[in-house]
């Protein structure tokens, strides 16, 4: 059993940056493949970026390549999103996911673990 917390989430301007963490406890991280999904109104919940319990590189969704970085501290059990050059299009709740599931790592319905999500919104 894992517990993740989310924070960092605010209200900020178009091309401003901005850095999500999440906090997990009950497990460490390692024994588990971790993301970020965000999900925004009216849409379904998305892959933003993970990495699997392996330690390969991240994964990122296209629409924020280049963009966000996907960072994990062993030693704080924390993982963090970076996100750079924001739009008003990456305004949703972000999520922390955790699983220990072996299929695709961009899957939702493949998670156990949510957190409870953080508000970004990013004005034009």
């Known amino acids: 059993q894992v517990r993740l917390v989310e924070s960092g989430g605010e209200l900020v301007q178009a091309g401003d940056s901005l850095k999500l963490s999440c906090v997990a406890s009950g497990r460490t991280f390692g024994d588990y493949d971790i993301s970020w999904f965000r999900q925004a109104p009216g849409k379904e919940r998305e892959f933003v970026a993970g990495?699997?319990?392996?330690?390969?590189?991240?994964s990122y969704a296209d629409s924020v390549k280049g963009r966000f970085t996907f960072s994990r501290d062993g030693a704080k059990n924390t993982v963090s999103l970076r996100m750079n050059s924001l739009t008003p299009d990456d305004t949703a709740v972000y999520y922390c996911?955790?699983?220990?599931?072996?299929?695709?790592?961009?899957?939702?319905?493949?998670?156990?673990?949510w957190g409870q999500g953080t508000q970004v919104t990013v004005s034009s």
């Open positions: 990495v699997s319990r392996t330690f390969r590189a991240p």
């Open positions: 996911a955790g699983r220990s599931d072996y299929r695709d790592l961009r899957r939702a319905s493949t998670y156990t673990y």
